[in-house]
């Protein structure tokens, strides 16, 4: 009787660390599908997931919610002139920076070639600004210690009130991102939807979403002055 306990006890404990193997290598293997391989930040589809998740969680419960987008200026002139392997070098510091200059809470993630995305949940106006501003600030930085010209061009949209649709969201700040491209290096254009005032209140049927006027690091083109 006692043997036969003891065998079965020596099975459970070899059937539990066989079990416990393999969901490590399920984590790993699920961390990896999810890793960008050249930077380790998180690539385009874990994005995606967590970005949908937190925007769905930013619209339950009524808390702002803040995306944005950037790109490594003059990225492919570079890694062309000087080669495939600096330009492998400077993304991989655009990340290691992005991600030493968000708060624990937030998400970089590769979004394929220099395009880079953050994610910052329950990040108001002023909470966004000084993380944008600290991630611009960290590249001068080393961009100084290195001589490689690492600046980024961004933008940035901050939901006060919940926005039609994630989609809408990344476009936004996709367009955003190629407005700022356009005006020069180093420089985020940035956008805020707010909740609509009494005072322009129309039905849901009617209403296109109301946003606070963008806010810019360089004046605004006027092809841009018509966003509403």
Known sequence: MAWTIAVLAALLVALGYIGFLHHRVYQRERALTRTDELTHVENRRAFYEDAS??????????????????????????????????????????????????????LVARLGADQFAVLLPEAGVEAASAVIRKLQQALRHVSQETGMPLTVSGGVVTCLSPAESLETVMGTANQLLHGAQSTGRDTFWSEVVAPQPLEGFQPARLRRPWRLPPSFDVPMPPQYGERG
């Open 53 to 106: 998740r937190e925007f769905e969680r930013a619209r339950r419960y009524n808390h702002p919610f803040t995306l944005a987008y950037f790109d490594v200026d003059d990225f492919k002139e570079v890694s062309d002139r000087f080669g495939h392997q600096l330009g492998d070098g400077m993304l991989r510091l655009v990340a290691e920076t992005a991600r030493e200059s968000i708060r624990a809470s937030d």
